[in-house]
């Protein structure tokens, strides 16, 4: 199976400041990355795919980037709707696997 | 409004079994192929089963072949999990989720769009 791991594991940030999230996978991926918004209590939310591309309804202060094996996530400007965990995805082969959550919390 | 809908799930004792359901509405749910994830409480998110948007061909995680089962009825545009063997490694929030056709490589899917859960809890 792929590793995918994340870091920070989890991270404090105010309103306004810019936020990156990295994520790794154990071999090569290609651009077959999602990323995934979850709130507590809530279904998580896909943000992103194809590593760069945002889903329909996502602000445009989330970007992604990356290809291969490093992938970054980056909010321009944490907005108090954007606190919640963020967890990378790949679907190059089966199993799809996820890294282990990035929690972003108001400091 | 384009959504998905799970139900199904409760309090079943270890060993036990049951039937998860995902209905879809707002879209045209036999031309999607579907996942099932989960998540143990408090851990993130574990990949578990997909299936073919005709329902031909299915996969399941290492840790769930032999137990679970993937299956759909296009006629209700709703997807099943039936859940058995269950143990305390099972036990955790399911979702479904619907292939972002946008999103495949060779072999598999990204998702674009989540149901709420159904929370599973197996206890004696």
């Known amino acids: 199976d792929i590793q995918m791991t994340q870091s920070p594991s989890s991270l404090s940030a105010s309103v306004g400041d810019r936020v990156t999230i990295t994520c790794r996978a154990s071999?090569?991926?290609?651009?077959?990355l999602a990323w995934l918004q979850q709130k507590p209590g809530k279904a998580p939310q896909s943000l992103i795919y194809a590593a760069s591309s945002l889903h329909s309804g996502v602000p445009s202060r989330f970007s992604g980037s990356g290809s291969g094996t490093d992938f970054t996530l980056t909010i321009s400007s944490l907005q108090p709707e954007d606190f919640a965990t963020y967890y990378c995805?790949?679907?190059?082969?089966?199993?799809?696997?996820f890294g282990q959550g990035t929690k972003v919390e108001i400091k | 409004e384009v959504q998905l809908v799970e139900s199904g799930g409760g309090l079943v004792q270890p060993g036990g079994s049951l039937r998860l359901s995902c209905a879809g509405s707002?879209?045209?749910?036999?031309?999607?192929?579907m996942h099932w994830v989960r998540q143990a409480p408090g851990k993130g998110l574990e990949y578990v089963s997909a299936?073919?948007?005709?329902?031909?061909?299915?996969y399941y995680a290492n840790s769930v072949k032999g137990r679970f089962t993937v299956s759909r009825d296009n006629s209700k545009d709703t997807l099943y999990l039936q859940i058995g063997s269950l143990s305390a490694d099972d036990m955790g929030v399911y979702y479904c989720a619907r292939v972002d056709w946008r999103a495949c490589s060779t072999t598999s899917c990204s998702s674009d769009l989540w149901g709420q859960g159904t929370l599973v809890t197996v206890s004696s």
């Open positions: 071999q090569g991926i290609s651009n077959y």
């Open positions: 299936i073919s948007s005709n329902g031909d061909n299915t």
């Open positions: 707002g879209f045209t749910f036999g031309l999607y192929a």
């Open positions: 995805q790949q679907y190059l082969s089966y199993p799809q696997t």
